[in-house]
């Protein structure tokens, strides 16, 4: 039986309300979040960094740049810190047809700190980021076109799972992110994703330390100025952050098909 989390034909998903007669084939950039220690899943992968944890005999990162590729990515800039020169050995300056670069952390940046970074190697007005424990198939175009049309400096995608505990809940109203729950709010209920659309000003005019976090620090005190652009999709979604769903993803992740 299917986890219920994954779509029984594991096609992509769109964003359910964006227009689909844009041209799908249309390239963008990518930020990807590989720094991170990924102290919840040091016990299964202790001398790696968590981006290239073993999932079917791959690093989990060449499926999250395959699919990357697969939507129409050029240019995908891995932030990376902890053991990142593991990473940089392995991908060099291309996966497939996707240039890589790399914005590297001397020192821990955080999530905010980290995407601050590396949106000066971003050479377009919106960037996608991502995390890099994290794969949500969808087709990201609309989203970002989304994102531009309506004059936003920012864009969330988020999902319905069977249960928000882990994540905090997210609230929409009118294509509008409005308000974020505590992750004690267990239940079926819709998610931040982790996945973002970044204007290249999103950050200009803010006092902020060098090291912070993007959802905490950020966006959660920024949302009324904000205002972000949400999108809610339905692809298959994974986060490898916790053992058990590490497990689930030596099965599923194979499965995939693009």
């Known amino acids: 039986m299917p986890h219920p989390d994954r779509p029984r034909d594991l096609r992509v998903g769109r964003a359910d309300h964006v ?3 844009l041209n799908m084939a249309a390239a963008f950039e990518a930020i990807v979040l590989a ?3 990924g102290t919840r899943l040091r016990s299964a992968v202790p001398d790696l960094p968590k981006p290239l944890a073993p999932v079917a005999g791959r690093p989990f990162l060449d499926y999250l740049l395959g699919h990357l590729e697969h939507v129409g990515a050029r240019h995908v800039i891995l932030s990376v810190g902890y053991l ?3 990473i940089e050995a392995r991908y060099g300056g291309c996966f497939g047809s996707v240039e890589i670069s790399y914005s590297r952390e001397s020192a821990p940046l955080g999530t905010g ?7 000066s190697f971003s050479a377009g007005a919106y960037t996608l980021a991502l995390n890099g424990d994290t794969l949500l198939e969808c087709d990201p175009w609309p989203f970002i076109v989304a994102t531009a049309r309506t004059h936003k400096q920012l864009g969330i995608l988020t999902r319905d799972v069977e249960d928000t505990g882990r994540y905090g809940r997210c609230e929409l109203s009118n294509d509008v992110v409005v308000g974020f729950g505590q992750k004690e709010a267990t239940g079926p209920g819709l998610i931040n994703a982790g996945v973002y659309c970044l204007r290249h000003d999103l950050f ?3 006092a902020l330390p060098d090291r912070f976090s993007f959802e905490h620090d950020f966006i959660e005190p920024q949302l009324a100025r904000l205002k972000p ?4 999709v339905r692809g298959y979604f994974i986060d490898i952050g916790v053992p058990e769903d590490f497990e689930r993803a030596q099965r599923e992740l194979p499965l995939l098909r693009w």
């Open 19 to 21: 227009s689909q007669g």
């Open 35 to 37: 720094g991170g220690l």
């Open 84 to 86: 990142g020169e593991q």
């Open 113 to 119: 700190g980290a995407l601050r970074q590396a949106l």
């Open 204 to 206: 200009e005019g803010h």
């Open 229 to 232: 652009y949400g999108a809610r």
